[in-house]
């Protein structure tokens, strides 16, 4: 833990008890804040009760007294529109801030050279984290890893002047952090996204690029329109500054032995992972090794398994289309797992893509809307469960005469027909392939420690 020393000795006001708000909270304490908490579902409340936590209905809180209300990223700060704390905490002329506004402010103190990368981006940001991490603990540094990828950033060790903090940022928790000023920023790409508590496309983008803006040195895509006006808003000082692109070839970089890392998409996570390490004074022969040896993240193009010429890839977290579209171009002779809760446009957008597959295997609600898609286009089934499609997909991939057929969830489908999240249906996945006979687990796709 990183106790909050900044705050000692003032009133701080906490509004968020989920996860990282209880975490907060014991920094806060231990950091000497005159704190109260509250949040709006009861049980929550209930919960840090009983740990011993300060807890106050915020609405009769001393706001005249206050020095910061540190409100947890899921609470919304300005749009659809700010919640109740918020509007009292504008009115006292209180701070808004959050956790990593307060690990910043800490750093500053206790390490303020110590390394500190920032990642964030709509998407791959973390996959990109915890590639970073992965090549920094591979090249035996001391790597602390945090933040959206999982682990509160004030459940890790203290900043030191030896010791790397690669954290993911959300737009949530940037929106909170004014002073944001990491060692190294990397801004991935921009898509339209969460514009629901952001309100314009512009105003999103505006967020994203604070992280690069307060970096020492920035690290960024350019190959979409938003990121690439932030990179040229930056370029003027081209010494903190290295912009990465895909479609200009990959920038040299060779993935070849880094089966973790296959499509277009990882190709950019890899280019900003290798720029933020060189710029560290890594070696090129240690971000090599670092993205050779990379696990990947559980559910994520995942490759769980061999089983002679098969590969199964767990890719549970491709929710839509858009996402399955990713792994569905990084592979041939596919064996696709597809279904559950159907999402609006289903699958028409891979129609490019169904000349890879070698036959589907649908579950869930979606599977007669995905099996009137696929029509006579690809050959498919309806297995209906998970297992049952693993059986039929793994018998036909081995029968097959490709050369490498893969076996790949990759549902382009919420879970919740059959599964609580898409985290329970990649497990059940996983134990399915893994109860087949003649499996190999793959030494280069199981969940490692960044995950």
Same mark, same amino acid.
Request: net charge negative; aromatic share 6%; charged share 20%.
């Given at each position: 833990m990183i106790p909050v020393t900044t705050a000692r000795g003032k009133r701080v006001a906490l509004f968020g008890l989920g996860g990282s708000g209880l975490v907060t909270a014991r920094a806060l304490i231990a950091g000497g804040a005159e704190l109260t908490c509250w949040d709006d579902n009861p049980e929550?409340?209930?919960?840090?009760?009983?740990? !011993?936590?300060?807890?106050?209905?915020?609405?009769? =809180?001393?706001? !005249? /007294?206050? *020095? /910061?209300? $540190? +409100?947890? %990223?899921? $609470?919304?700060?300005?749009?659809?529109?700010?919640?109740?704390? @918020?509007?009292?905490?504008? *009115?006292? !002329? @209180?701070?808004?801030?959050?956790d990593v506004e307060l690990f910043c402010r800490e750093r500053r103190i206790l390490a303020p050279d110590s390394p500190f990368v920032a990642i964030t981006g709509t998407n791959g940001k973390s996959t990109t984290t915890a590639l970073i991490a992965h090549i920094l603990r591979a090249a035996t540094r001391d790597v602390q890893l #945090?933040?959206?990828?999982?682990?509160?950033?004030?459940?890790?060790? %203290?900043?030191?002047?030896?010791?790397?903090?690669? $954290?993911?940022?959300? /737009?949530?928790?940037?929106?909170?952090?004014?002073?944001?000023?990491?060692?190294?920023?990397? +801004?991935?790409?921009?898509?339209?996204?969460?514009?629901?508590?952001? !309100?314009?496309?512009e105003h999103y983008a505006a967020i994203k690029a604070r992280l690069l803006q307060g970096a020492d040195y920035a690290v960024c895509g350019i190959d979409d329109d938003y990121s690439r006006r932030i990179a040229i808003g930056l370029e003027n000082d081209a010494a903190r500054i290295e912009t990465i692109s895909v479609t200009g070839g990959g920038q040299g970089l060779d993935l070849s032995n880094a089966p973790s890392l296959r499509g277009d998409h990882n190709l950019q996570n890899a280019l900003a992972a290798a720029a933020a390490c060189r710029a560290f004074g890594l070696t090129q022969g240690e971000i090599a090794a670092g993205l050779d040896s990379f696990p990947g993240l559980a559910h994520r193009m995942q490759i769980v398994a061999r089983r002679g010429r098969v590969a199964f890839v767990n890719d549970s977290k491709a929710t839509n289309a858009d996402a399955a579209e990713k792994s569905l171009s990084s592979f041939d002779a596919i064996h696709w797992i597809a279904g559950g809760l159907p999402k609006e446009g289903g699958i028409e957008a891979l129609r490019p893509l169904f000349p890879?597959?070698?036959?589907?295997? +649908?579950?869930?609600?979606?599977? %007669?809307? =995905?099996?009137?898609?696929? #029509?006579?286009? @690809?050959?498919?089934e309806i297995s209906g469960t998970l297992d049952k499609a693993v059986a039929h997909a793994a018998a036909d991939a081995a029968a097959s005469g490709a050369a490498e057929p893969v076996v790949l969830l990759a549902p382009a489908a919420a879970s919740f027909?059959?599964?609580?999240? =898409?985290?329970?249906?990649?497990?059940? =996945? @996983?134990?399915?392939?893994?109860?087949?006979? #003649?499996?190999?687990?793959?030494?280069?796709?199981?969940? #490692?420690s960044d995950a």
């Open positions: 929550s409340v209930d919960k840090a009760k009983a740990e !011993g936590l300060p807890v106050g209905d915020l609405r009769g =809180f001393d706001w !005249g /007294s206050a *020095a /910061s209300l $540190v +409100l947890s %990223p899921g $609470v919304p700060l300005t749009h659809p529109k700010p919640h109740w704390s @918020v509007d009292l905490a504008h *009115a006292a !002329g @209180v701070e808004i801030i959050g #945090g933040g959206n990828i999982g682990t509160p950033i004030l459940a890790l060790e %203290p900043p030191a002047s030896h010791r790397y903090h690669v $954290v993911e940022c959300s /737009s949530y928790q940037i929106d909170l952090a004014p002073s944001l000023d990491p060692s190294i920023g990397v +801004l991935l790409n921009l898509s339209p996204d969460h514009l629901d508590r952001h !309100g314009t496309m890879r597959i070698a036959k589907a295997y +649908l579950i869930g609600e979606a599977a %007669p809307a =995905f099996a009137a898609t696929l #029509g006579e286009a @690809v050959a498919y027909d059959q599964f609580r999240n =898409f985290e329970k249906r990649g497990e059940a =996945f @996983v134990n399915a392939v893994m109860a087949l006979n #003649g499996i190999e687990a793959s030494t280069t796709g199981e969940p #490692g």
